[in-house]
């Protein structure tokens, strides 16, 4: 079965600490994903990559960083967490395109709260 | 710029009745994709139904179905006897030039 794991459910961390989430999927897929997801806000895309060691800012860059250096393997790296970032994050991934009857694989989420 | 939003953000609909979510859209491409979404309280993302831009027929899955207008970019979900399964948040969400992107979300109450 299509399996996306994110490697914690729950996260605290203190402010100004550099937070590492990670994400890794066993389909061997090309595309992956992270978004934030606040309420009444929905998901908002923050960075992406469609090949190993490739990257795209998503809308909301900024504060995150990320790393592909394999390609089951997707990191968000928060440089110095702040507050504002408190937030559930979720992964995703996919095989190819969206717009070839793909489907998106969503992870179960990492709920980070930072004091 | 790619957006997507939904103005309710809470609905109820009592169990084995209809319920009609909406949801609006913004793109500058011609070809593009339009997924709901939903999200119970596992958190675990369940894609719905998806529908393709340049499809005039509205997509249909089981229960659930859609109403895409794409002059008025407005893509709403019908759900038909609803059931308690249903109380979720959904998401309506549009891909285009690689993006996923989705709206604010609505919460979803199903009353037995």
């Known amino acids: 079965d299509v399996k996306v794991t994110q490697s914690s459910r729950y996260l605290v961390k203190r402010t100004g600490e550099k937070v590492f989430l990670e994400c890794v999927q066993d389909?061997?897929?090309?595309?992956m994903f992270w978004y934030r997801q606040d309420p009444g806000l929905g998901l908002r895309l923050i960075y992406f990559?469609?090949?190993?060691?490739?990257?795209e800012k998503g809308d909301i860059p900024e504060g995150y960083s990320v790393s592909r250096e394999k390609k089951e393997r997707f990191s968000l790296i928060l440089e110095s967490a702040s507050t504002n970032q408190t937030s559930m994050y979720l992964c995703?991934?996919?095989?190819?395109?969206?717009?070839?009857?793909?489907?998106?694989?969503f992870g179960s989420g990492t709920q980070l709260s930072v004091l | 710029a790619q957006t997507v939003t939904q103005s309710q953000p809470e609905m109820s609909v009592q169990e084995a009745e209809t319920v009609t979510l909406s949801c609006t859209y913004d793109?500058?491409?011609?070809?593009?994709?339009l997924f709901w979404y939903k999200q119970p309280p596992s958190r675990q993302m369940i894609l719905v139904i998806r529908?393709?831009?340049?499809?005039?027929q509205n997509a249909t899955e089981n229960r659930f179905s859609v109403n895409f207008q794409k002059a008025a970019k407005s893509f709403s979900l019908k759900i038909s006897d609803s059931q308690l399964g249903d109380a979720a948040m959904y998401f309506c969400?549009?891909?285009?030039?690689?993006?996923?992107?989705f709206g604010q979300g609505t919460t979803l109450q199903v009353k037995p």
């Open positions: 389909m061997d897929h090309e595309n």
């Open positions: 995703a991934s996919s095989l190819w395109s969206l717009a070839t009857n793909e489907k998106l694989f």
């Open positions: 969400a549009n891909y285009d030039t690689g993006k996923l992107i």
């Open positions: 990559s469609y090949d190993v060691k490739m990257k």
């Open positions: 529908q393709e831009a340049y499809k005039q």
């Open positions: 793109t500058s491409e011609s070809d593009y994709y």
